[in-house]
């Protein structure tokens, strides 16, 4: 239902007196995993981290059993630093941003799954460890080389339209929900869309385009940019709303461009 033009917002009309939690745990990697459920007492506003904050202090099951406090990893709150991501009721997403109220309206159910990413290793209960992506940047070298620390005055004009499309590209948060949503991605089959589209990113800057052959010809190996099936479920759940499938079609493009014509440069 909208309301000029806006998608009208559900309310939690009866909230129920207690929500449960179930999440998966771990207790080292590569350890078997299970499930462990707790509840607590509804209370207006929480987001997934507050409530997990709430179990910390008193880690006891539904069952009564007196357990460890879950593990989670969490910086900004703000979904800026995207480090808590994991995957509620069966969608990845942050935790910082995902309301309770909102859940339980979705699922029609008192009960919130939660899970760690199953792309990463997981470290522990819901906390993985997501240098891979780093080392997808460095391979795609997502970074402008600098000649030194000295001022080298200002700097090269960029068109607005430029800069716009730029920006959307630079609101990646390096959080890894496309890369989990990626049928193709894991087994290091796949670089993934977040190190394509950074690569784009300083691709389009009229200084990080001089190298913008290494890049492009980082993402032709085995696990390139020729892997992408197209499935576009990255785009759909990317809350950064960065255009992903526009920076794999037009690196796609620029690699066909190099390979046909790269060789007038030399």
């Known amino acids: 239902m909208t309301t000029n033009g806006h998608l009208e917002k559900k309310k939690l009309d009866s909230p129920p007196a207690t929500i449960r939690f179930k999440i998966q745990r771990r207790e080292r990697e590569g350890a078997a995993a299970y499930w462990e459920t707790f509840e607590l007492k509804y209370r207006r506003n929480l987001?997934?981290?507050?409530a997990l904050m709430e179990i910390r202090k008193e880690p006891v099951t539904v069952e009564g059993k007196k357990t460890t406090?879950?593990?989670?990893?969490?910086?900004?709150?703000?979904?800026?630093?995207?480090?808590?991501?994991m995957v509620i009721d069966g969608k990845v997403r942050q935790s910082c941003s995902a309301l309770v109220d909102d859940l339980l309206v979705a699922s029609g159910s008192d009960t919130i799954t939660l899970a760690p990413m199953s792309k990463f290793p997981n470290v522990r209960d819901l906390k993985v460890d997501r240098s891979q992506m780093f080392e997808h940047l460095k391979k795609?070298?997502?970074?402008?080389?600098?000649?030194?620390?000295?001022?080298?005055?200002?700097?090269?004009?960029?068109s607005n339209e430029v800069a716009q499309e730029r920006y959307a590209f630079s609101r990646c948060m390096t959080c890894g929900c496309?890369?989990?949503?990626?049928p193709q991605y894991g087994d290091d089959?796949?670089?993934g869309p977040q190190a394509i589209a950074q690569a784009r990113l300083f691709n389009m800057h009229p200084v990080g385009a001089i190298t913008k052959e290494e890049r492009l010809n980082g993402?032709?190996?085995?696990?390139?940019?020729?892997?992408?099936?197209?499935?576009?479920?990255?785009?759909?759940?990317?809350p950064m709303?960065?255009?992903?499938?526009k920076a794999i079609y037009e690196t796609n493009r620029d690699i066909t461009v190099d390979a046909l014509f790269g060789w007038l440069k030399k």
């Open 189 to 191: 089959n796949y670089i």
């Open 241 to 245: 709303s960065v255009p992903l499938t």
């Open 140 to 158: 795609v070298e997502a970074w402008i080389e600098l000649d030194g620390s000295y001022s080298l005055g200002p700097g090269p004009q960029i």
């Open 47 to 50: 987001n997934v981290i507050s």
């Open 219 to 238: 993402l032709l190996g085995d696990d390139g940019i020729g892997n992408c099936g197209n499935a576009q479920n990255c785009v759909q759940v990317c």
């Open 69 to 85: 406090p879950p593990v989670w990893d969490m910086s900004c709150l703000e979904q800026v630093c995207g480090i808590c991501t």
């Open 178 to 182: 496309c890369l989990e949503a990626c």
